[in-house]
């Protein structure tokens, strides 16, 4: 669904297909929007078949990123990159007591 989301935020009218019924084209728009209300429906009806709140997040997700979260993490990389290196190379810091 996060796919799904960022495709239809950068290219709301691109061509979508199913693998097996190439012949049946619709826009990532028109996609989003129907597996939205499907997921939509199935939260309140109470469908057990997928996991509805984990696609709506996804969906969330991906509009976020795509909007916001991208130019947020790339912005501060070089800060995000050197506190993993450090939590990589020193590992978990010990609180108090004696070395």
Known sequence: MTV???VYTKIPE???????LL???FTAGNALKAIITMDRA?????W???DHAAHLGGTVFGIWYITYG???TW???ETLVKIWHEMRTNGPKK???SK
């Not at 199935?42 to 109470?46: E, Y």
């Open 4 to 6: 799904l989301a960022t």
């Open 14 to 20: 691109g061509r979508l297909a199913i693998i097996f």
């Open 23 to 25: 012949m049946f084209t």
């Open 42 to 46: 199935g939260m309140i009806l109470g």
């Open 48 to 50: 057990k078949f997928f």
């Open 70 to 72: 991208h130019e947020l």
């Open 75 to 77: 912005k501060n990389r």
């Open 95 to 97: 609180r108090g007591g």
